[in-house]
């Protein structure tokens, strides 16, 4: 099968986003977006996510507890929840309006014009999704500096660290713009007519053609003298 330049972008913005969409996913599911390491006990570890607050004890076990109520969450955290959960759903509604607007999806009586609407509408979902994940990592991790460099707080007390499920974040977020953008050009993109291997086969001249109007390859079978009239 051969893929025109539309196709192939379209593609590249599919498997974008469905990488993206998976990362994200997993970055709010993970409880590691902020770390915090005791100075008097180096062997044990907090780490908070958006659903739980876990203790890492060296050579011991992980503990975790989930939080009790969300009003008591700071507001980071609060907004985080709603904004990674309303990212997972722009993410797959995303693609799955893109998946059917694609090149490589066919479906009888779908015009071209209305998959290109819904490849657009699909990259704009996608990135939607990638705002509403790189919002939220990002404010955690501006409240988490700010925490950090309080002058208020005195410096014995152990301050929270970057969690690796940011970075994650992050990498989600710009997965899901490019894969957006991706989509997004595509449909801008005319529609190319790819030449089917079926219809790549000569077909010969009607039979009822005249001599003249046909080509070299075309003649007239002699009749065999055996014939009897």
Not at 124 to 131: C, F, M, Q
Not at 191 to 209: L, Y
Request: hydrophobic share 45%; charged share 15%.
């Amino acid at each position: 099968m051969a893929w025109s330049s539309r196709g192939k972008a379209q593609l590249g913005g599919l498997l974008l986003s469905l990488l993206g969409w998976v990362c994200s996913c997993v970055t709010t599911v993970l409880p590691q977006w902020k770390t915090l390491n005791l100075e008097l006990n180096e062997m044990e570890t907090w780490i908070m996510g958006l659903w739980e607050v876990c203790v890492n004890q060296e050579e011991v076990a992980t503990v975790c507890k989930a939080f009790e109520s969300f009003l008591s969450l700071p507001r980071e955290l609060q907004a985080s929840r709603i904004l990674m959960v309303a990212s997972h759903g722009l993410g797959l509604l995303g693609l799955l309006l893109s998946g059917f607007g694609a090149e490589c999806s066919q479906f009888h009586g779908i015009r071209w014009v209305f998959k290109m609407r819904l490849c657009l509408l699909g990259g704009t979902l996608e990135a939607s999704a990638s705002a509403t994940t790189l919002f939220p990592v990002s404010w955690v991790a501006y409240a988490t500096i700010q925490d950090f460099w309080d002058d208020s707080v005195p410096e014995i007390v152990p301050r929270w660290e970057f969690g690796d499920a940011l970075y994650l974040g992050w990498a989600a977020g710009i997965f899901l713009a490019l894969g957006g953008s991706l989509l997004i050009f595509s449909s801008c993109l005319g529609k190319e007519d790819v030449p089917s291997p079926r219809m790549a086969v000569p077909t010969a001249p009607p039979s009822c053609a005249p001599a003249g109007e046909s080509d070299s390859s075309f003649y007239l079978m002699p009749r065999p003298r055996s014939l009897v009239i």
